[in-house]
């Protein structure tokens, strides 16, 4: 009898062990957090290191995401937004069916973009570029102009900007050479996003 009061003694004493460590742990997180609110961080801002400067943050093994406000397919041919930043410029791209037309991409994270390369398809394009962190306020980073390639000719572009902080990237197309019979009206080869590496 003694023994087992001696045994039921012992597992309580490490059940109250064992709550102390758990509290003390918690206790701890909380001390951490409170630092962390006053010296101005918080838990988001605590990050892994920054990104290589160059890097293509719209490219899709970077994690970015494209979406398009339309998609045309010819011959076999698909248009898939995703083909506006597969890093293939090889092919057409993303091919709008109508004009105006967008190509956005969202970046898996918020970066600091300075750099913007657009490559361009077989037609000319009147397009802007603009930059925004929630996809609902844009700022234009490059103004509307007309694409540099010449016509049923592919081609590309660098556009240096002011360094913005932004999670999407978005151009805009407002007119086409192609003929209003073409299927694909906005044609987008590849969409690039270059960050500094600095992390907004």
Partial sequence: MDRLRGLFGRIL???RQSRGCVATLLCSCAL???SFCKNGLTPEMIRPADIQPGTNVA???NGGAATASSVG???GYVGYA???NDGDTTNEGWCGTSIPAWLRVQFDRAYTIDTVRIHWGSHQQTFSVSLSTDAASWTTVVSSRQSPNSEGESGGQTYSI?????RYIRVYVTATSAPHSHIFQAIVS????ISSG???
Avoid: D
């Fill in 59 to 61: 490219l899709q093994s």
């Fill in 32 to 34: 951490l957090f409170l």
């Fill in 82 to 84: 995703g083909r506006g």
């Fill in 198 to 200: 600095a992390r907004p």
């Fill in 190 to 193: 590849e969409l690039e996003a």
């Fill in 13 to 15: 004493l490490s059940r």
């Fill in 162 to 166: 002011t360094p913005t902080n932004a």
């Fill in 73 to 75: 397919s010819y011959s």
